[in-house]
């Protein structure tokens, strides 16, 4: 099975600084059909997770453009440009390229 | 407008099956694939398993003796079975079309 492992576990922040999360994949994640099935997840407290990316670097419907995904093969990064406070939460990378799918183990984004 | 819930029993005793119901609106699970995904409380997410469109399903690696999926097209609805149910297996389950998510159900294990 695909391994993501995310970095760091945990990423305090000031409000308005940017934010960087690592996902990096045990293999890479080009499909055959050479779509990248690398997704971001944001879970806020006490909610479901929400989409935030799809395919690498797409923002879903109504996700601000200070998200950007990027990254290519097995190593990819999330970036949150100027935090703000409804950003806080756990981000998780998804990949669903490779059967069966799978989580990373999840990136805290926290208030210093 | 698209929804997703959850509904099942919210205990379960060891050794038993969980049976959970996903009952989704404003989609067709003909159209559409539809995951479980389950969370530990104070954990990380798992992805458990997915109905396809098609029909066909695919699980989890760890799971996949105790998992089943199944559908009923005509009443917009997606069963999750699991058995041999353990302490460890208490968690938040959730469906979700991946761009929708359900609410979750919490389901524990205990006698």
């Known amino acids: 099975d695909v391994v993501l492992t995310q970095t760091p576990v945990a990423q305090p922040v000031t409000l308005g600084d940017q934010a960087s999360i690592s996902c990096r994949s045990s293999q890479s994640l080009v499909h055959s059909n050479g779509n990248t099935y690398l997704e971001w997840y944001l879970q806020k407290p006490g909610q479901s997770p929400q989409l935030l990316i799809y395919k690498v670097s797409n923002r879903f419907s109504g996700v601000p453009d200070r998200f950007i995904g990027s990254g290519s093969g097995s190593d990819f990064t999330l970036k949150i440009s100027r935090v703000e406070p409804e950003d806080l939460g756990v981000y998780y990378c998804?990949?669903?390229?490779?059967?069966?799918?799978?989580f990373g183990a999840g990136t805290k984004l926290e208030l210093k | 407008e698209v929804q997703l819930k959850e509904s099942g029993p919210g205990l379960v005793q060891p050794s038993q099956t969980l049976s959970l119901t996903c009952t989704v609106s404003?989609?067709?699970?003909?159209?559409?694939?539809v995951h479980w995904v389950r969370q530990p409380p104070g954990k990380g997410l798992e992805w458990m398993g997915v109905m396809w469109s098609g029909g066909s399903t695919a699980y989890n690696s760890a799971l996949k003796s105790r998992l089943s999926i199944s559908r009923d097209t005509s009443k917009s609805q997606v069963f999750l079975k699991m058995n041999s149910l353990q302490t460890e297996d208490t968690a938040i389950y959730y469906c979700?079309?991946?761009?929708?998510w359900g609410q979750g159900t919490l389901v524990t294990v205990s006698s």
């Open positions: 979700t079309r991946r761009t929708y």
């Open positions: 404003g989609f067709s699970l003909t159209d559409y694939s």
């Open positions: 998804f990949q669903a390229t490779h059967d069966p799918y799978t």
